[in-house]
Structure formats: C-alpha cells, structure tokens
C-alpha cells in the first residue's frame, strides 16, 4: 500500500509540472480522425519502403499501456478499443515542449497523437509522433501484473481495470451488444414493437419471485422493483397492441450465485391470436440465428463449458428440432419410472427422499415433482430441450390444457442445463386467473414469500377481454453466457453485484 501511494504522490506531483509547461492535465476535446483497430487493418500488409515513399498521416487517441525509454526517444503503446497500436516519441521530432511532457507520461494517461505511420527495425507498424497531446493525467497506475488480470474479485469489483487488462473481456461485452441488436431486429422485423414499461410497481407481479421494496416519499407509498413485465405488457395487448416486446431490467431478492444475480435483463415479447406452439418455433428460430451471428453462419454447435470448477470443453448441437419432452416424462424417463409409477404421490414422495431433495414437509404431488425435476433431470438438458405441459400449479398465468385441464400449454427451453426460455399460451380467462391469484395468495399466507399477490387492475384488464395470445421470456445474461461459453453471469453483466468491499 505504502508504495502505491508513493507512485500516486509522484503523479499528483507532476500535475503542477504540467500546468507550469502550460498543460491541462485533464485535457480538452481532441479531434480524432483515425482508430488503431482501422489503421492497423488498412496498412497491415504496407511495407517499409511504401510507407516512406507515400507518406500516410494518422491522428487518434488512446490510453498508454506500454512505455520504453531511450534517453532522448522513448516507445509508447496505446491502446485504442480492441487495438493497440505503438507510438515514437522523438526529441528532434516533438521539440523542447512536446519531448518535456512525453517525459512526464506514465501507463495509464490518455494521449492524442499525430503523424506518419512507418515500421521499425523489427518491422512493427508505428506513429512517429510529430504532435503529443495530453488528455488525461492517470493518478492511479494499473495494478501490478495487471495485463492479464486474474483476481476474479478485483475483476468484478473494477471492471474498468478488468476491461484495460483483458481484451476479451471487452470482446463478450461488445458481443452481447451485438446480441441485444439482433434480438431487436429479429423482433421488428416480425412486426413486434418495443415498448417500456414501469420499474416501480405498486404490486410486484408476473413471476414467483421476492421483491425488492422501496418507499415514495410524495405519494407515500411503497413501491416494488419490477420481478417481471408480463403484467403490464398483456394488458397492452388488451389495448389493441398485438405484438409487443420489451428487453427490461428485473430486480429480485433472491441469492446470489453462478447463474443468479439479483439485478438481471430479460426479453419478454407478447402475439396475439397465437399459442405456445407458435412460439416454439419462433424461439428456435430466434436462438439459431443468434448462434450464427455470433459463431458465424452455417454453425450448428458451439463449445460449452459446464461450470467455474470444470474444465472439460464440451459441444452443444443446434441442429432442428430440437427436442421435447413433457415435464412428467421427463422426470419419469429420468427415474426410469413406469407410467402408472409417476402419476402417484407415495411414489413421489419416495423419490424425493431417495434423492435428498430438500423437502419442507406438506409438499404437493407436483411440487415434489417439480423438486425432482430441478434436481435430477435439469443438469442433463444439454443440447436445447423444450419441457412442455407444466402443472397448473406451477403456472398461475398459463392457460390450461384442453385436453388435460390439471396442465396447461407452457414450455420451458433448457440448454446446458440452465432454464433460457419460459412461455406459455396467455390465460385469458379472469374467472380462472382470479382464483390462481387468490391461490397464490393463500401460499403467501403460509409464509411463501416468493408467492404472487392479486392484481386487481390487471383482472380488470382481463375483464375488457384480451384476445388469444402466447408470451415468452428469455433471460438475456444466461443467453449471452451460452453463447460466449462463460460459466458465471458474473462474466457477462458488467457491474455484477458484489459483497461490500472491506
């Protein structure tokens, strides 16, 4: 620490050899003309002799990450987005001035440069610098042996080091950029429209979820961080709003791990006079050409690496269809269970013992199968699985199964053994949605606090009548980590949450 703080003394020290050079230490605006990553493609096959004949001049900026001195020269590296470029700073080329405040640069400044590109003795293509400008004193120096950053803590906690040290840190966040634009325009171009709706919520709704709760001081009430949009997006489909989507932030108060943060982003997108059917197709649709945006077209399979403790790099195929299952099969065929077997709660029960799942007492048949089913058979959903016909009891928004009205019409997508996407064709009815609420109310009663509380607005809504509709929503952090091979949604939220740092 004592040297850390000798190298921040030595800086603030110079700021006042700056300012009696004339030179703001925190610069100005600086008219880049150039990049790094442009420069270096467009004149990376440019030989010595080309660029001495034709001169080419570059002017762009950078932060300094590399600086060699040479008594009265000295080599810079900066770095400019994904590129890093190298820089000479001459004294018969800068002048007394320009060489004064290149002896008082140190890793970490921002700097602007101008002048023509040529290539050194060991070929490297370089700026010799004919104007330095200084546009940002660093006080802090990078952390020792910070090109490569590994300290998964201090990675998470100052993002903005991590993404100087790691390229490919700043790659997955470009990519997931790049992934957000593509679901848009998928989307549009299917006739969906975007559209916000509200964080703060007077009654948290549209999952099973606990809230965050907060206060308005001038109406005063307490509001609810948004668990979910579907609420409030079918009631834009009673509207008049036939297909609608939004990507949004949720917000819930639930523990922290490997794939769970209690700030995340979820797409959620809503069509009228569909069903679920529709949206299995249209969600294979969607994640293929997500999978070719990112690996490239004509790919069907990606690598997959299972967890943080796992090394093993395995494959997971895109090829259509993909498979599906029902959600009592699955857990049967898992169990190698007979039918008349999985249909009974003894049988159940037994299982869910046998398997150590965490068991509260009083469980319903369908939640002892729903415990049996996140234990056993999600960790072997690799390659993408739709799970369809979930328990009603399991979905108090679906509408319920013609044929079987204990399930309804519901699918969940699973891909390396993670939930991506959960849909399901809209229950419509508010005579049944009103006693689900208030069945979810009584769960609440007894101490469920992840529970749905009863939206009155919302029956209203239903009661004006809301055409046959099928939604969807797909979690956009564990879609991002499938598709950059990332075993933590800490890797791809930039500002994951984080224990307060002692």
Not at 108 to 137: H, M, Y
Not at 305 to 329: A, E
Request: aromatic share 8%; charged share 25%.
């Amino acid at each position: 620490m004592d040297e850390l703080n000798d190298q921040i003394e030595q800086r603030i020290k110079k700021l006042d050899r700056l300012r009696s050079l004339g030179i703001d230490p925190f610069g100005g605006k600086f008219n880049v003309k150039d990049s790094a990553p442009d420069v270096i493609a467009r004149y990376t096959q440019a030989t010595k002799e080309a660029l001495a004949s034709t001169p080419v001049l570059v002017t762009l900026a950078g932060r300094v990450t590399a600086l060699r001195r040479f008594g009265k020269a000295a080599f810079a590296s900066i770095q400019d987005g994904p590129a890093s470029i190298q820089v000479y700073l001459k004294k018969d080329v800068l002048g007394e001035p320009g060489f004064a405040l290149a002896e008082l640069l140190d890793i970490a400044d921002w700097i602007g440069v101008s002048g023509p590109l040529f290539r050194t003795k060991t070929n490297e293509l370089t700026i010799e610098v004919q104007q330095l400008t200084l546009l940002c004193k660093a006080l802090r120096p990078l952390p020792e042996k910070w090109h490569g950053l590994t300290d998964i803590e201090m990675r998470y906690r100052h993002r903005y080091v991590d993404l100087i040290a790691n390229p490919e840190v700043k790659n997955i966040f470009l990519l997931r950029s790049r992934i957000i634009q593509t679901i848009r325009a998928f989307l549009a171009a299917r006739g969906f429209l975007e559209v916000e709706t509200p964080m703060m919520q007077p009654i948290p709704g549209g999952a099973t979820a606990r809230p965050f709760v907060t206060h308005h001081n001038s109406l005063g009430i307490d509001l609810y961080l948004r668990v979910a949009p579907e609420l409030y997006l079918k009631r834009l489909i009673v509207g008049g709003l036939n297909r609608v989507f939004e990507i949004n932030r949720n917000f819930r108060n639930e523990g922290i791990s490997t794939i769970h943060n209690p700030e995340f982003t979820m797409l959620e997108f809503y069509m009228a006079y569909a069903d679920y059917h529709d949206l299995i197709e249209l969600t294979e649709e969607l994640i293929t050409a997500l999978v070719k945006e990112v690996h490239g077209q004509g790919t069907e399979a990606i690598p997959y690496r299972p967890s943080l403790t796992d090394d093993r790099t395995l494959t997971i195929s895109f090829t259509r269809p993909w498979k599906r299952m029902t959600y009592r099969d699955a857990v049967r065929e898992h169990l190698g269970a007979k039918p008349q077997e999985i249909t009974d709660p003894a049988f159940a029960l037994a299982q869910a013992k046998q398997h150590h799942c965490e068991l509260k007492g009083g469980e319903s048949y369908w939640q002892l199968l729903s415990l049996l089913f996140e234990e056993l058979v999600e960790p072997t959903l690799i390659n993408p699985t739709f799970i369809t016909d979930f328990p009603v009891e399991l979905s108090p928004l679906a509408k319920r199964n013609a044929a079987d009205p204990e399930l309804t019409d519901r699918f969940e997508l699973f891909i390396a053994g993670r939930e991506i996407a959960n849909a399901f064709s809209e229950l419509n009815d508010p005579l049944d949605q009103r006693k689900r609420f208030e069945a979810q109310v009584a769960e609440r009663a007894k101490g469920d606090l992840e529970a749905q509380h009863l939206d009155e607005d919302f029956l209203r809504a239903l009661e004006h009548g809301m055409p046959p509709t099928a939604g969807e929503g797909i979690g956009i952090d564990r879609l991002v980590m499938l598709l950059t091979n990332q075993p933590s949604i800490r890797d791809v939220i930039l500002f994951p949450q984080l224990r307060p740092e002692k």
